[in-house]
């Protein structure tokens, strides 16, 4: 019997290792294909999953289902897929890639004024902008390592910031920021005088969305997120494949230890500024999708709170895996736009059926962590994450499967003992 | 002319003279030993000849070329391997992945943008990794985290890691210091066997005497900064130089 087990355990790996090699799967192993699915499956069907709650029910708050809100969850996804790149596999923690995101909005609301309101050109113009951008900062920031290289991504992405809200208003538009006008004559489209360019993709408008109305379920299908989640999938995908291959195997030396890099005839710098100008890139794009759905930008884009979101996303997700970033972006999404509405009218509401006195002490335990004290909550939790599970969500997810397996394996012993 | 020509280096730290016009001979293909007290300056040598210290004057030539002015990595890649006295590894990566990256490193050079082919796909890479692996009795070890190994496996895998590079030279800094017995012993036969096949110049620091002799075909004995002495092992054992830098310490 133990001789059986020993023996299984000692295949099983091999195995898995032949089956993550025959690959065959658009070039990834069997695990990396699954998560890709998962993901393709979750994003796809993301307006049924995140409106569970009939509408105009009690919990209808808590739905998420909304192009805007949906729109976001993806677009900072995207931005957080990149910066994982940069972050999770070199430990180069840059504190400035807001400023990456802003110029690619900055250049796809350009093109998008001048060029076309198609939002294919602009978007590819954005992740050019931001690849030039953070080639320039990357190359400087590089020669620094550890706390010295945040500061100077922060320095760099803050000067951004001031420029376009400052010296470079004719250009950004300054405090008011840019937005399409009626005044706007992009020369590839051929607008009747006085009408607004729409954000399109070949004519398809990105606002257009299909209601679905099933019982007292409201599903939205908006064609914006759908080209924002095709958009993530294939950035996904991307980061799948830079974590699988030998790149994305330097990069993880480089964080390791770049003393033995050095010694093995690799020269770290630019593995690291390929693995930041990427990461930049990313970030553009996320940026020019913003503009393809929301046809306005302003300097506050860059402020460096923007930056320091999506470290926040990064670790509470958990920083080097792969579908870590998207969970925290997700996350941190939710929790800004759902647990913020929350006022002390609903709380009210939630607890009627307890006797006055006590409703309002209740309501007032909770109030603080809702509504407008939902940074406290997020706060909390980012805290929790940081000290119990350094690995962030990811790693919680983990243990529970581990604990379910164990529990599993626990109860085949009993059984065959039983037997 | 030696593969390496060692002329007149000095190195100061502060008020420290480290190094004392430094002169060495490696002939190619022949192992070549350092012996001396610590703080005799051993490690400081093999650190000018890799780049990371720059000698304050004097010549370190490699092959016909001189090494100083290059970085780390292009001495490296002109084929000068080295294995430090505390173990340099990738702790956070596999066993295997560590003795990839110099496999890599080898046949790409010192940046190559590989970032759409997989690590699975490299199989060329992959066995000539765990061919090494065999070579050094790590095999078993390939998938573990090379970070919590034992620091005799460390030490081994490191040497690993150098080998597979097929370097020209290849120095060691007290590649047995924190073994086992018998993990000490593997290491010799292994090395033996490098000196045999005659393809590896090799110039190795060590403090234990049985691997000095039983490996090295010249010794230098350094103490304070300077060569006392250069000779073969038979004449190093008894010579009175030696006996006075080593008084108190090991018994030569
Ligand atoms: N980077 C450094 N800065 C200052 N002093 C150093 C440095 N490296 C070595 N030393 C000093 O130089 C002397 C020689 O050191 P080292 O070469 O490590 O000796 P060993 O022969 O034991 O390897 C020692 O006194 C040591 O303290
Ligand atoms: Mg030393």
Known sequence: ?419 | MGILEVKGVNKRFGGLQALGDVNLSVAENTCHAIIGPNGAGKSTLLNCLVGKLIPDSGSVMFDGQSVLGRKPHEINQMGISRVFQTPEIFADLTVLENVMIPCFAARDGAFRMHAYETVEAEADIRDMAMTMLEDVNMAHKAEEHAGSMSRGDKRRLEMAMCLVQKPKLLLLDEPTAGMARADTNNTIELLKSIRDRRTITMCIIEHDMNVVFSLAERITVLAQGTPLVEDVPDKIKGHPKVREAYLGEAQV
């Not at chain 1, 029910?57 to 940069?86: E, H, K, T």
């Not at chain 1, 799948?240 to 033995?260: C, D, E, T, W, Y």
């Open chain 1, 1 to 419: 019997m133990t001789d059986q087990t020993t023996q299984t355990g000692a295949i099983a790996p091999q195995a898995d290792r032949s089956r993550a090699a025959s690959g065959g799967f658009l070039g990834l192993g069997f695990r990396d294909f699954r998560l890709l699915m998962i993901v393709v499956a979750l994003t796809l069907l993301a307006p049924f999953l995140l409106n569970p709650f009939p509408e105009g029910s009690a919990m209808a708050q808590f739905n998420a289902g909304y192009p805007d809100l949906m729109q976001r969850f993806v677009i900072f996804g995207i931005f957080a897929i990149g910066f994982n790149i940069l972050f999770g596999l070199t430990g180069y923690l840059s504190f400035g890639h807001a400023a990456f995101l802003g110029v690619g909005s900055y250049a796809a609301i350009w093109m998008m004024k001048l060029v076309t309101t198609n939002i294919i050109p602009g978007i590819i113009a954005s992740i050019i902008f931001a690849a030039l951008f953070a080639v320039v900062v990357g190359f400087i920031s590089l020669r620094r390592s550890g706390i010295y290289f945040s500061i100077l991504t922060l320095a760099f992405a803050q000067m951004s910031y001031a420029l376009a809200y400052s010296v470079l208003t004719p250009i950004t538009g300054g405090e008011t920021g840019l937005q399409i006008k009626s005044t706007d004559r992009p020369f590839l489209d051929n607008l009747e005088p006085g009408q607004i360019g729409r954000a399109n993709l070949f004519g398809i408008d990105m606002r257009a969305s299909q209601i679905l109305e099933v019982g007292g379920w409201q599903f939205t299908f908006n064609v914006g997120y759908y080209v924002c989640a095709v958009v993530m999938i294939l950035a996904f995908y991307m980061a799948i494949r830079i974590f699988r291959s030998p790149f994305g195997m330097m990069l993880r030396a480089v964080k390791s230890n770049q003393q033995r890099m050095n010694y093995t005839g690799l020269s770290p710098k630019p593995y690291t500024l390929a693995a930041f100008v990427i990461s930049g890139m990313y970030a553009g794009l996320a940026g020019g999708l913003m503009v393809a759905m929301d046809t306005q930008v302003g300097p506050e884009r860059m402020f460096w709170t923007a930056s320091g979101e999506v470290v926040l996303m990064t670790i509470l997700g958990g920083a080097g895996t792969l579908i870590g970033p998207v969970l925290g972006a997700g996350f941190i999404k939710y929790f800004e736009n759902i647990v913020s509405k929350i006022n002390s009218d609903i709380l009210h509401g939630w607890f009627a059926f307890l006797p006055d006195g006590l409703e309002d002490f209740m309501v007032a335990i909770v109030y603080p962590f809702v509504g407008k004290g939902w940074h406290l909550t997020l706060g909390l939790m980012f805290m929790a994450v940081v000290i119990f599970l350094p690995g962030g969500l990811v790693e919680g997810g983990q243990r529970i499967a581990r604990l379910f397996r164990r529990r599993k394996a626990a109860d085949g012993a009993t059984k065959s003992a039983a037997e």
